[in-house]
């Protein structure tokens, strides 16, 4: 079973940058995909960023060039650097994982196994 914990979220305004963690435990190894999902209220979940198990990494295009993906395998932590944040980036933000790799498809919700309970990220202009 593999359970994941996002920490990280918080409230800033327009311009500035935050860092969500994602903490994974359980039997989960290199080969599994993870990425970092968000919904606002009143809208879908949207695909953020992805890390497949090769270290390839996409990104939604409204996040490209401010937002960057990582990983430490040592510390078993996924993370999510924000910079230039905008009002639109009000979310809750959701870590997922799933065994494989997913190539084009590593922003699709509907393919990953596991998820996180959610940081909200708040950005006022």
């Known amino acids: 079973q593999v359970q994941l914990v996002e920490s990280g979220g918080g409230s800033v305004q327009a311009g500035g940058s935050l860092r969500l963690s994602c903490a994974v435990s359980?039997?989960?190894?290199?080969?599994?995909?993870m990425a970092w999902f968000r919904q606002a209220p009143g809208k879908e979940r949207e695909g953020v960023a992805s890390?497949?198990?090769?270290?390839?990494?996409r990104y939604a295009d409204s996040v490209k060039g401010r937002f960057t993906i990582s990983k430490d395998n040592a510390k078993n932590t996924l993370y999510l650097q924000m910079n230039s944040l905008k009002p639109e980036d009000t979310a809750m933000y959701y870590c997922?994982?799933?065994?494989?790799?997913?190539?084009?498809?590593?922003?699709?919700?509907?393919?990953?196994?596991?998820w996180g309970q959610g940081t909200q990220v708040t950005v006022s202009s």
């Open positions: 997922a994982a799933v065994l494989g790799w997913l190539g084009s498809w590593s922003l699709i919700g509907s393919k990953y196994d596991y």
């Open positions: 359980g039997s989960i190894h290199s080969t599994y995909s």
């Open positions: 890390f497949d198990h090769d270290g390839s990494t």
